[in-house]
Nanobody, 125 residues
């Protein structure tokens, strides 16, 4: 049974930084593509970043490119997203997902069991 657990969300002032972590169990993590999405209440879940299992493919949504960095530590079965220069518009619940599409344009979504429960990020102005 796969388990996906995010952590690291919280309250930060605009211009500040946060690092989200996501630990995965029940999978062969070092063969899984990984990604981050975010969602505001009443809105669609939005692609943030994704990384292939090898790390050779990394993509970001244009809204976060240059500010967010996705990385992974296969020894810890963990994927991260470092979020710098946070803006009030980054306020969302952030979700980690196993085996996501690697491009922002894709509309496909992994099945429900491959998503974490989400961690909230609030950015004050």
């Amino acid at each position: 049974q796969v388990q996906v657990a995010e952590s690291g969300g919280g309250l930060v002032q605009a211009g500040g930084s946060l690092r989200l972590s996501c630990e995965v169990s029940g999978r062969t993590f070092n063969r899984d593509d990984m990604g981050w999405y975010r969602q505001a209440p009443g809105k669609k879940r939005e692609f943030v970043a994704a990384m292939s299992w090898s790390g050779s493919i990394i993509n970001y949504h244009g809204n976060v490119k240059g500010r967010f960095t996705i990385s992974r530590d296969n020894a810890k079965n963990t994927v991260y997203v470092q979020m710098n220069n946070l803006k009030p518009k980054d306020k969302d619940t952030y979700f980690c997902v196993v085996d996501p599409p690697l491009t922002p344009a894709s509309t496909s979504r992994p099945r429900a069991e491959l998503w974490g429960q989400g961690t909230p990020v609030t950015v004050s102005s």
